[in-house]
């Protein structure tokens, strides 16, 4: 994600100016005791830093999340240009995972756009990869702040010679069903990834079908160093992405701080995931839910909309993200889930999931459904459809606010079909006169902005 072409040279002011930023958020009263005393605080923990490097700041009116530095001849100023490009490449990313598969890219686009509504902010950040991998049934870790709930680790997909041919017919069918966006996944999910001895052996066949090295999330950084060090040796070699190491102590930061310089950890993000850390950032969703007693500042963790394969339980799952609540405590759609024998069994059903669940256009007896937390508004000259989340999008009708509040209305009953809705909007002496078919076409545009919704079952 970085661009090795772009940040070799600048790399290691890049990463002392990180680690700085690290000790902010993971050790409690560095912050304090840096404001209180910039230049001996740098220099008491050995940062070959000035204070005018770190003094960065999130001051652009037009562009709230975009990182300014207060200096600009500092080396504050490579470090917000990194972080600025690593934010603009998640866009970028996100087109590049749109698969090939015309009913699928609809689908995908479809959710993308539902999550602008469902989940807020926190959707430009969410890549909705289509296809991503599981090589673990469960996870060895139990990380008390799991979003997705993962049960203990039970069972490995091991790089058998049996196993690796199956690895490999997979990708190769996954290519050619999904095109390059097949590969913008990861061997991980509710998994840790390095659980797998063999993680290394699939990683590298996956880099060969699709020249792409899966990121990695792992919460077991220190479980092994010498492991993990040709990974970000090849990491810092390709440039192009970036790893997270869950930080579950402080004892764990400083164990990571001392095996690696700050240059060799430019291109990982450190995730202050431990209680005592000023810049703990749990989702308040899965085994977290409720744990802390905060606000909730998340509403899933999950990025996959699409197909997430477990190769140890030979299972699919067409899925997608959400809000977590009552029905979806993990923060994720669950449309089908099926077991597989082999790569044509597997591909055989992810193209019946795909015929099944990803029409594209809505029949007259599809039951229409709009969520609880949108609610449309006139402001001026617009029509909003708003979410309670903090997420709004215009909406062109030429027949204005009554009628769409009308469809609003029915569909927010869920249970009314789309035939049913145009025949009471259309004999309703409340809201402007309207033929049927134009009022069929304004739902079904509804329902492709992700606005609207098809109620299963």
């Not at 431990?274 to 703990?280: M, R």
């Not at 459904?369 to 062109?396: C, F, M, T, W």
């Not at 009471?424 to 079904?444: C, G, H, R, W």
Request: one cysteine or more.
């Amino acid at each position: 994600m970085a661009g090795k072409d772009v940040y070799d040279d600048d790399r290691e002011a890049i990463g002392w100016v990180k680690r700085v930023l690290e000790y902010i958020t993971m050790i409690p009263g560095f912050e304090e005791e840096l404001k209180k005393d910039p230049k001996g605080t740098l220099d008491k923990y050995g940062f070959p830093l000035t204070p005018e490097d770190v003094a960065l700041s999130h001051t652009d009116p037009d562009d709230p999340m975009r990182l300014v530095a207060v200096y600009p001849e500092s080396k504050g100023k490579l470090y917000a240009d990194f972080v600025n490009r690593k934010i603009r490449t998640v866009a970028k990313t996100r087109d590049d995972c749109t698969p090939s598969e015309p009913k699928f890219q609809n689908w995908r686009q479809r959710q993308m756009d539902r999550c602008l509504l469902d989940l807020g902010p926190q959707n430009m950040m969410i890549i909705h990869t289509p296809l991503t991998f599981e090589l673990a049934n469960g996870c060895s870790v139990g990380c008390e702040f799991c979003g997705l709930n993962a049960g203990p680790l039970r069972g490995l997909f091991r790089y058998t010679d049996e196993n690796a041919a199956l690895w490999k017919d997979i990708l190769a069918r996954a290519k050619e069903m999904f095109g390059s966006a097949a590969g913008e996944g990861t061997l991980y999910f509710g998994t840790e990834p390095l659980d797998n001895p063999d993680y290394e052996h699939f990683k590298d066949d996956y880099f060969k079908e699709f020249d792409n090295l899966p990121q990695i999330t792992t919460a077991v950084s220190t479980r092994n160093i010498e492991r993990l060090k040709p990974l970000i040796k090849e990491l810092n070699e390709d440039g192009r992405f970036i790893y997270r190491f869950s930080i579950l102590s402080q004892d764990m930061f400083k164990q990571i701080c001392e095996a690696f310089t700050p240059e060799e950890l430019a291109l990982v993000e450190l995730l202050p995931q431990y209680d005592e850390a000023p810049g703990n950032h749990f989702a308040d969703v899965g085994r977290n839910e409720g744990r802390t007693g905060k606000e909730a500042i998340s509403g899933t963790i999950s990025c996959v909309s699409g197909f997430l394969i477990n190769m140890c339980t030979r299972t699919v799952t067409l899925t997608t993200p959400t809000w977590a609540d009552d029905e979806h405590p993990e923060g994720m759609i669950i449309l089908a889930k099926e077991e597989f024998t082999d790569a044509e069994d597997l591909f055989d059903k992810i193209g019946r999931m795909i015929k099944e669940n990803m029409k594209v256009t809505l029949e007259p007896d599809d039951i229409i459904y709009a969520p609880p937390y949108l609610n449309v508004v006139q402001k001026e000259d617009d029509l909003y459809v708003e979410s309670d989340r903090g997420s709004a999008l215009v909406i062109r009708e030429k027949n204005g606010e009554a009628l769409v509040k009308k469809v609003f209305e029915l569909a927010k009953q869920g249970c009314y079909t789309r035939r049913e809705i145009v025949t009471e909007i259309v004999n309703d002496t409340k809201v402007p006169a309207i033929q049927s078919q134009y009022l069929f076409f304004m739902i079904n545009r509804l329902w492709k902005k992700g606005i609207l919704s098809v109620k299963e079952g």
